[in-house]
């Protein structure tokens, strides 16, 4: 009756499959709304009136492969050189490309927030409760305090900002993201290992099977139909007060 019923890792896999599908298509769509709402159009095709311009004052294409430029004869190599480095010395340019990056960061940091906090917070908390997202939902787990204790919004807040968003999701995207830009290369690599392993030890490792979001709320992910879930402390030590308590009639008699 009170023991922790834990969820199988086959059903919590399914569900996280699930959830992730749904984030995917959500913060897709959160970015193409932010897109529009920056103008984020409008700044790229600036950038690339700039790229076109040199393009044609050097006769060259910035699109080419890496099998083409190596084709190239050297005098059309040292006009590629020539054209990058005067791109690269372009103030507008720079300027330009900066506002691009900083634009993509923060469409892809808010796209993915909004997709974490409606469907990892708003939807568990204030539709499906039991901390149940519309993956635990039809692989039948829920969500409750290590205690056996219902979730409360503060715990899901702590769970889905800081463990799914900020260390799970947000900084392995980063650690990409530089690893892309060569300002961490293999060290980035090594991080990125070293927060995999971590989830997978603590998965493997702890009683509950806790991933890292987990740990931080002091939550368990729990098989809906089997697991008693209370809705305070106090209620959960009354109920064992009075099974006890029945136990003990029925063997006195």
Do not use: C
Not at 25 to 39: D, E, H, I, K, P
Not at 91 to 114: E, H, N, T
């Amino acid at each position: 009756m009170f023991d922790l019923q834990k969820a199988s890792m086959l059903k919590r896999a399914s569900a996280w499959l699930l959830d992730v599908i749904l984030l995917s298509v959500l913060a897709t769509g959160f970015a193409l709304l932010l897109s529009a709402a920056f103008g984020y159009d409008n700044y790229n095709d600036n950038l690339q009136r700039y790229y076109t311009e040199y393009e044609q004052l050097y006769g060259i294409d910035f699109n080419i492969s890496d099998e083409e430029y190596l084709a190239l004869g050297e005098e059309d190599r040292l006009r590629y050189a020539d054209a990058y480095a005067k791109l690269n010395d372009d103030a507008d340019v720079s300027r330009a490309f900066s506002i691009i990056i900083q634009l993509s960061l923060a469409i892809m940091s808010l796209s993915v927030l909004l997709a974490y906090m409606a469907l990892e917070f708003a939807i568990p908390v204030l539709w499906l409760k039991n901390g149940q997202t519309i993956g635990k939902k039809i692989f039948g787990l829920a969500v409750m305090r290590t205690d056996s204790v219902r979730v409360k919004p503060i715990a899901m807040l702590i769970r889905t900002l800081l463990g799914k968003y900020t260390i799970e999701t947000m900084a392995p995207l980063l650690i990409i993201f530089l690893i892309l830009f060569g300002s961490l290369g293999t060290v980035g690599l090594i991080m990125l290992a070293a927060l995999a392993l971590l989830q997978i030890v603590l998965i493997a490792a702890t009683h509950t099977n806790s991933a890292i979001h987990d740990i931080l709320a002091q939550t368990v992910v729990v098989d809906m139909e089997s697991q008693m879930i209370f809705d305070s402390a106090r209620e959960r030590e009354a109920r064992r007060r009075e099974y006890a308590e029945a136990d003990s009639v029925r063997w006195g008699q």
